[in-house]
């Protein structure tokens, strides 16, 4: 869509991506794709259709560690735009940087999060370590232990133990 100053912004779309075929097949590949003419009519549901002038798409998954967490799509191009397998591959790698860039920003953030001896607590739970052996290992009490994790589930804003965990894997902070 177009606004009052000449730019272009793509809005939100809001379907299950599994019916659109070109968006689903590039966040199950992890790469950038291009289609034309009457593929892009097979490969896009006629409601983002806007004027006849669209006959072309590219999408781009953004990759945050193993996952794809959103992605970039246009089919708005110059009259001599030429998309091949170069400007895919350029545009994947784009993709993937900016999932890095989120990834590095995102752990510097939750890296000052948790305090060095909630992450190791943190860490010991997800070995499956017990209250009592952490707290003998660590040379400190049991009810230390369980501070230790009740402070980093706040921080973390999770339910429970497995579910602090849980974050501090998908954010990347242990493995």
């Known amino acids: 869509m177009m606004n009052q100053n000449g730019l272009v912004y ?4 809001r379907d299950d991506i599994r019916t659109l075929p070109i ?13 034309y ?30 996952a794809v967490i959103g992605y970039i799509c246009t089919n708005e191009f110059t009259k001599d735009a030429v998309i091949d397998e170069e400007i895919l591959s350029s545009l994947t ?27 190791e607590v943190m860490r010991k739970i997800s070995w499956g370590e017990s209250t009592k052996e952490m ?3 660590m040379d400190i009490s049991e009810l ?20 602090a965990v849980g974050e501090l894997l998908r954010r990347g902070i242990i493995s």
């Open 144 to 163: 230390t232990v369980k501070q230790y994790v009740k402070s980093a589930m706040k921080k973390l804003g999770a339910h429970n133990r497995s579910h």
């Open 23 to 35: 968006i689903y097949s590039s966040i199950l590949e992890r790469k950038a794709k291009y289609c």
């Open 93 to 119: 790698q784009f993709g993937r940087l900016v999932g890095k860039y989120l990834e590095k920003t995102n752990r510097m953030e939750d890296s000052q999060v948790l305090s060095k001896r909630e992450l």
């Open 37 to 66: 003419g009457l593929e892009y009519l097979k490969q896009t549901s006629s409601k983002y259709i806007v004027t006849s002038r669209i006959n072309s798409m590219v999408v781009v998954p953004i990759c945050y560690s193993s």
């Open 10 to 13: 793509i809005s939100e779309i």
């Open 135 to 137: 707290a003998e290992l």
